[in-house]
Structure formats: C-alpha cells, structure tokens
C-alpha cells in the first residue's frame, strides 16, 4: 500500500497545509475533526473506516495542531478545500468563523444527490451542514501553468490560488501558494503516490492504484491531470514543489525540509 512498510499494515497520512497570511492563518484541508475523533458515527462511514483502518486521535486534529502553535481557531480566517471527502472537510466546524473556499461543483455534488456505494460514503453532511460561509468558484482567469486556475479568491492574497484537478471528485482541486521561493502545491488526491510524479514511468503500489480507481468519478480526467503533474514536475525551470495528500515519506520528506 504505502511502498515502505514492512509488516502486515501500511501507513499513510492525511494532512494538512497551514499558511500564514496578512489577511490571517489560511488553511487547506482540515482532514478529520474533533467530532471526528469523540464520535465517529454516523460522520463517519463505517464500511471506509474498517476498510482503511482509520486511527482517530485528538492531537492530530487540525484544530489541536494548530493550539499547540500558540494560535486558536479564531486566527484561520480561511479555510481552502481539495475536495469535501470524509477524511479531508471532517474538521471544517471546528472553525466556525472561517470561510469555506471550494469549487462549485465540489461542494454540488457532496449536497446533491449521492448515489451508489462510494458517492453515499465518501461525502458526509453531517461534517459540514452547520457550515454557513461558502465561498464558490467556476475557473476562470488567466491559466497556472496550462492548467485552469481561480484567482482572485475572496479575501485572500494573490498568491493563493486554486487549480481544478478534476477525476478523483467532480470538484476536486490543488492549492498552489507562490512562496516568493518558487510554488508549492498541494495536489490533494490527484496523486496518491511520490511515483506517480517526478519520474517519466508512473509506478503505484497495487493497493493505491486500486483504491484511486474504486474512488474515481472520472477516469480519463484523472489520469490526464495527473499525467499534467507529472510533466509539470519533471520541468526543473518551473520552481514548482508538489505534494500530495497521502504519501507517507512525501510527508516525512516536506517536514524535513528534504527534497521531494
């Protein structure tokens, strides 16, 4: 599953990215939420909780993490979101005063009808119905790298931008941040594996291969953007860092400050 791990289990992350701001703590992805964390159903699925063998713990919460900074929930003004699956927007009220930045069609299809197995379990209302500050975007403007891209969000400075990666969700979209250092973007699940990118011949382990194709809504969509990515990381003059949502050592890579 994660490529490394030795024994019977693997381990993969769910992480988050915290922004510092002018306009106050932007974060993308809350991942799982303390309601979450005391009480798991019916928020959670219990068919995906058994099948990944979730751990649920409090300090890991984005909410948690970022106390621990010095900062309170107050401080995120702004909340940027991937895609609004179980284990990416289970956080979302537990930042009741930020503003929910998606795209349109995320945000319809978590709301809309769910139909079949995978629709009914990977969104869960019950995660973000108390949200009341949307903010919904269409892509528009000038393109980021070829790709279509938002910017202009509302509140936030130029340097944060949006970029649909349509196939894994109807919605789902990277954040790209200009560091002032080159871009970092955060792929979010348009990739689920370091070797999906970076390297000419795609390589996934066997198990993430199959659980991107279980969750797809649009294969050719999916394998197109990230076959997108994959150029876009392979081009050294483009001072683009990626990093996707899941990957354990791309993880342990980025808070070592080592390559990726």
């Not at 909410?63 to 010095?70: F, H, S």
């Not at 860092?241 to 354990?248: K, L, N, P």
Request: charged share 25%; with cysteine.
């Amino acid at each position: 599953m994660d490529g490394v791990s030795k024994g019977p289990l693997a381990r993969l992350v769910c992480h988050c990215l915290l922004i510092e701001t002018a306009a106050g703590l932007v974060l993308v992805d809350t991942g799982y939420g303390l309601q979450d964390v005391r009480q798991p159903y019916p928020r959670l699925s219990r068919p995906f909780k058994a099948l990944l063998n979730i751990r649920l713990r409090e300090e890991e919460t984005a909410i948690r993490q970022i106390e621990a900074l010095g900062y309170s929930a107050r401080d995120v003004r702004h909340i940027l979101i991937t895609h609004l699956d179980f284990d990416h927007a289970g956080g979302l009220e537990d930042f009741p005063e930020a503003a929910i930045h998606v795209m349109d069609a995320e945000l319809a299809a978590a709301e809309g009808p769910r139909r079949g197995f995978v629709a009914r379990n990977r969104y869960r209302p019950m995660q973000f119905d108390d949200v009341r500050t949307w903010r919904r975007y269409q892509a528009a403007g000038e393109r980021w790298f070829g790709f279509d891209a938002v910017r202009q969000l509302d509140g936030l400075p130029p340097e944060i931008l949006m970029i649909p990666l349509v196939g894994h969700t109807f919605g789902h979209a990277g954040i790209a941040i200009d560091t002032g250092g080159g871009w970092l973007l955060h792929a979010g699940d348009a990739y689920f594996f370091r070797d999906e990118v970076r390297r000419p011949d795609r390589r996934c382990t066997p198990g993430l291969a199959a659980y991107q194709t279980m969750m797809e809504v649009d294969r050719g969509a999916r394998l197109g953007n990230q076959a997108r990515l994959r150029e876009l990381s392979l081009d050294t003059g483009a001072g683009v860092r990626m990093i996707c949502a899941h990957d354990r050592v791309e993880f342990e890579r980025c808070l070592a400050g080592a390559p990726l």
